[in-house]
């Protein structure tokens, strides 16, 4: 613990951060960019890359070694000391098993849907925390990976999509004649929704946008985009800004309101969630085969679901002329500035939940753990602290926490 940090001359003080390739094909971001690394070897990390993880963002091995990464393939070399891996992307179950004792796990974890790592996580009695439950706090919001990488979903479905649109967006009048505005229907404005209105209204788009939270209204007409109004009776928003789940006849007729405007469509982009859930299907097979041959879908919520029938994971599927984009990972288009991004949350969650004194999270059993904390640790001796996570695992199990409050 007390080898001598090359870069800063300081002693170290934090343990040893390894990054890991992701397993997931085509996924281009990394979680460290250099200018990250080097701020946490400032801070007394020794941090490990394997060699060209970064070729997906243009960033050679040598960028990392400047900053003071050491680049190699092997295993940590002090077992004893405290290690933090980072993952883009859920690891394997072997990667799992084959992880040292006293390992913190730490990245997209996916907990959710991945029920079989996160009581692997809990059986190897691993700490491991859970991007996906930073909470939605004005503390916590340079942490807060979701939003920053549905930033960057937001704007490379509206660029995904136009690609594959064969029509311009803005109105252009030419001595040949004028040609309309493209109408583009967002479906969803969180963040990745309010982030695609935004960019298909700088392309010049005219846009209509819905969302079942009372407050979208009034931030889809401050970007000057229309929002459609929808009646479906009473809804209400969980703790955060959340959604929660619309009722089966709700979702009924919030699909008939909204399939007129889905015809009269160029280009819809999808992006409605519902925290810790399936996706709310939204646009159904009829709905798609009443717009325009040369229309285009993308679907931004495929990853939890998917909020268009017809769509399908990782792929683009094309009926009667429409094309249904369902590219599950759209931040990865643009991995240069989603990597920045979420490196920047990265190296703030660490600075904020780190002790430096041992290297791991810092305590939250005591009686006021610290909240981001006690948020986003998902497991930890043997336990699944997330009451919401716990309740999708089979039998409910791994154990609730025995000590400490629950995360949720
Ligand atoms: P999300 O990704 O969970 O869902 C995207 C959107 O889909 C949400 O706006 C949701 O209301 C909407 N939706 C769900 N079901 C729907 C349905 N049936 N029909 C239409 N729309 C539906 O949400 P998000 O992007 O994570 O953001 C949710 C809210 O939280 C937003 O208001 C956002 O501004 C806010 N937020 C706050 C903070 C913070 O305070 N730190 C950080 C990030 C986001």
């Known amino acids: 613990m007390s080898e001598p940090n090359t870069k800063s001359g300081r002693p170290t003080t934090h343990g040893c951060i390894s990054l890991h390739a992701s397993g997931i094909e085509g996924e281009a971001r990394v979680a ?25 963002v243009a960033v050679g091995d040598a960028e990392y070694a400047v900053v003071g990464a050491s680049v190699t393939r092997e295993a940590a070399p002090d ?40 009581a692997l996580l809990a059986e190897r009695g ?7 439950l930073v909470p939605r706090t004005t503390i916590a919001q340079s942490m807060d990976a979701l939003s920053s990488q549905g930033n960057m979903a937001g704007y490379a479905a509206v660029i995904a999509g136009v690609a594959r649109l064969r029509k311009i967006l803005p109105m ?50 401050s970007l000057g985009a229309r929002f459609a109004k929808i009646e479906i009776g009473e809804t209400s928003e969980v703790a955060g800004g959340y959604a929660t789940a619309l009722s089966d006849e709700q979702l009924d007729r919030q699909r008939q309101q909204l399939s007129d405007l889905c015809a009269e469509s160029d280009l819809i982009i999808t992006t409605a969630q519902v925290f810790g859930k399936r996706a709310p299907v939204i646009v159904t097979g009829e709905m798609v085969a009443r717009m325009r041959p040369g229309s285009v ?17 990782g792929e683009e599927v094309e009926i009667d002329g429409v094309v249904v ?31 430096p004194e041992t290297g791991r999270v810092v305590d939250v059993g005591g009686e006021l753990p610290d909240p981001i904390a006690s948020a986003v640790l998902l497991t930890r001796g043997g336990e699944v602290r997330d009451e919401r996570v716990r309740s999708t695992l089979p039998q409910h199990g791994p154990s609730a926490p025995r000590s400490e409050g629950s995360a949720s």
């Open 325 to 355: 984009m369902g590219d599950p990972n759209l931040s990865s288009r643009v991995a240069v500035d989603a990597s920045r991004v979420l490196g920047a949350n990265i190296v703030s969650l660490l600075k904020h939940i780190v002790d």
């Open 172 to 221: 252009m009048s030419t001595a040949a004649g004028t040609v309309r505005p493209a109408r583009v229907l967002v479906v969803g404005t969180g963040v990745a929704g309010l982030q695609a209105i935004a960019t298909a209204q700088r392309l010049g788009a005219r846009v209509t946008a819905y969302d079942v939270r009372a407050a979208a209204k009034d931030q889809v007409e």
């Open 126 to 132: 691993l700490d491991s925390v859970s991007l996906e």
């Open 32 to 56: 460290l960019l250099p200018e990250h690394v080097r701020l946490l070897v400032e801070d007394g990390w020794v941090v490990r890359i394997p060699p060209s993880l970064s070729a997906g």
């Open 79 to 118: 077992p004893g000391r405290p290690s933090l891996d980072i993952f883009v992307s859920p690891p394997s179950q072997d990667t799992i098993l084959a992880l040292p004792e006293h390992t913190t796990v730490l990245g997209f974890l996916d907990p959710f849907n991945r029920p079989d790592l996160v």
């Open 297 to 313: 879908v993308v679907d931004a919520a495929i990853a939890t679901g998917g909020n268009v029938e017809p769509s399908m994971l």
